[in-house]
């Protein structure tokens, strides 16, 4: 009579487990399909790194552009501001020069008599004339500072896509159109 733990045994293996590998034999092997598969996917590879490449070198371009234009408007701005705070502090000068002229040109001792009736010139703000109400030297300050912080940020903009351009450069260089032998050295079904 058998054991019943005889029965749920599996039989022996026919080879013995292990890490060789048996002798494998074949016909004729055409590895041209490979070589025109690899060959295809390798074109198709590259076009898609070439396109993505160019892609994000135009974004990266059209930000540079974007930059270049807010330095450029930055400067205007900055230029226009300076200009108006330049012209309100020395108009305020030169109504300053003429009173002192007026002044010195008076007799020694003013005669308090005549004192209302004597005429000087407008001085009424060290930032020129108003403009919309507010003093055009102001304005010019106020034009001049967001100038220059539109310059920033123009510059800022432009070393970001400068540094873009160099880590795509660094990174993802264009590949050759030519497959390159390491493509080669990919595993492929069949072994060659």
Known sequence: MTQP???RRPPPPAFPPGPGIRDQSAGYILNADRDAYLDQSYRQYVHTVVQQRRS???DVAATRTRARGLVGVGFTMFLVGFGAFAYGVLRFLADGA???????SAPT??????????TFPD???PFGPPVLGVPLGLLGWGLAALGVLVM???AVLH???????HRVD??????????PPWWDATPASGGR
Do not use: C, N, W
Not at 159 to 165: E, S
Not at 170 to 179: D, I, K, L
């Open 159 to 165: 070393v970001v896509a400068t540094a873009k351009r």
């Open 56 to 58: 994000f070198l135009r």
């Open 5 to 7: 733990s005889d029965r």
């Open 152 to 154: 920033i940020v123009g």
């Open 109 to 118: 001792y003013p005669d308090f008599t005549t004192f209302p009736d004597t």
């Open 123 to 125: 001085m009424t703000t």
């Open 98 to 104: 003429q009173a002192l002229e007026q002044v010195s």
């Open 170 to 179: 660094r990174e993802h260089p264009e590949p050759s159109p030519v497959r």
